[in-house]
Structure formats: C-alpha cells, structure tokens
Antibody, heavy 116, light 107 residues
Framework: QVQLVQSGVEVKKPGASVKVSCKASGYIFTNYHMHWVRQAPGQGLEWVGIINPSGGSTTYAQKFQGRVTMTRDTSTSTVYMELSSLESDDTAVYYC?????????WGQGTLVTVSS | DIQMTQSPSSLSASVGDRVTITCRASQGIRNYLAWFQQKPGKAPKSLIYAASTLQGGVPSKFSGSGSGTDFTLNISSLQPEDFATYYCQQYNSYPITFGQGTRLEIK
C-alpha cells in the first residue's frame, strides 16, 4: 500500500532554513506527482507547490517563490521541501501528498516551529 | 487564483442526520473538485475526486455533485466518526486552492 513517511519535528529560528523529507513506498515513485501543503495552527490548508519525481520539474505557489525549493532523490524514493528565510508565520504542519488523478495520499505531517 | 468558498463554515448536527456542504469556485473548474475530511491532529483524508467519484474504501454515505462553479458534499446517516472538518479543493489550475473548511460538530 502507498506509504509516505515524513521527517520529524523541526524547531528553527527566524531567518533560518528548514528541509523536510517525505519517503515514499508501495508504488512506482516516478509515476506520480507529489504536492506539499501546509496548515498553520488552527487554520486551513495552503498549497505550497508540486514536484514531478520523474524529471524533477516543479511549480510553486507565487507566495513561496524564491523561498521554497522542492527536490527528489529517485534512488531513495524521497522528496524534499526546503523553505528558507523562515518567519514566525511559517510555523505550521507541512504535509506531502501523492496525487493520482485528483486522489491524494497524505504523509503524516511534519511540525515546523519558528521561534526566537 | 481561483477562490473556493465553502458554506457553512460550521454546522451542528445529530447522529443519524443528513447534511449538505456547499463549495463555490470563483470561476469555472469543470469537475476538477475534490473533498477531504480532517480530524483533529490528523492528516487530511481524501473522500471524493472529480466532483463525484468515491475511491474504494470510502463509505457510500458520502456523495458529491456539481460541475463548473457550484458543488455539494452530502453525508447521510451521520455517525460519531463523521464529525470532523471538511475541505473542498480545486485542481483545475495552479495554484491549487482549498476552501476555508466546514467544521461539522455534534449537536
């Protein structure tokens, strides 16, 4: 079965960067796009961007352009999301999610806390 | 960006009730509409995609309809495990956008 296992809790200071990983299993990694979505405490869902694990192409939400980088390692079936210049507003749970024609399988989420 | 507006924002209902949640897109999205359920402290879970298609394993008590700009999610015969927050999402174009969520609470 499809499994997405994300890296653990991160605590960062303002201005720092964070890199979250998402290891996929149970399917052919390069066949399905992977999204990143975040959820601030008590808030709704916000799309960050998408990566095509096959060629590595990406599309980011304009809000995060210049601050986010999504990459993948096909040898380990892992995608990464790096967010730089962190601010307190970036405190959120970050989810990876595999898309299959509109159907999403979600990782368990990674809490990123930005605090001085 | 396409704005997704859900109504109501919150809803109180009793076990056994049937409820309807609506989602309106700021422009036409054909049928590229998905619904998700989220329980506190958990990742969202897919319920419906392509406006009305349930994936295997999702109970038939959930149903979706609509096309263009107006969509609905119906949940029949509410059970305690159905009380959660529901989100619609358009995937017709980037950026993908979500509704603000509808919190379904037990009356």
């Amino acid at each position: 079965q499809v499994q997405l296992v994300q890296s653990g809790v991160e605590v960062k200071k303002p201005g720092a960067s964070v890199k979250v990983s998402c290891k996929a299993s149970g399917y052919i990694f390069t066949n399905y796009h992977m999204h990143w979505v975040r959820q601030a405490p008590g808030q709704g869902l916000e799309w960050v961007g998408i990566i095509n694990p096959s060629g590595g192409s990406t599309t980011y939400a304009q809000k995060f352009q210049g601050r986010v980088t999504m990459t993948r390692d096909t040898s380990t079936s892992t995608v990464y999301m790096e967010l730089s210049s962190l601010e307190s507003d970036d405190t959120a749970v970050y989810y990876c999610a595999r898309e299959h024609g509109g159907w999403w399988n979600w990782g368990q989420g990674t809490l990123v806390t930005v605090s001085s | 960006d396409i704005q997704m507006t859900q109504s109501p924002s919150s809803l109180s209902a009793s076990v056994g009730d049937r409820v309807t949640i609506t989602c309106r897109a700021s422009q036409g999205i054909r049928n590229y509409l998905a619904w998700f359920q989220q329980k506190p402290g958990k990742a969202p879970k897919s319920l419906i995609y392509a406006a009305s298609t349930l994936q295997g394993g999702v109970p038939s008590k959930f149903s979706g309809s609509g096309s263009g700009t107006d969509f609905t999610l119906n949940i029949s015969s509410l059970q305690p495990e159905d009380f959660a927050t529901y989100y619609c999402q358009q995937y017709n174009s980037y950026p993908i956008t979500f509704g603000q969520g509808t919190r379904l609470e037990i009356k």
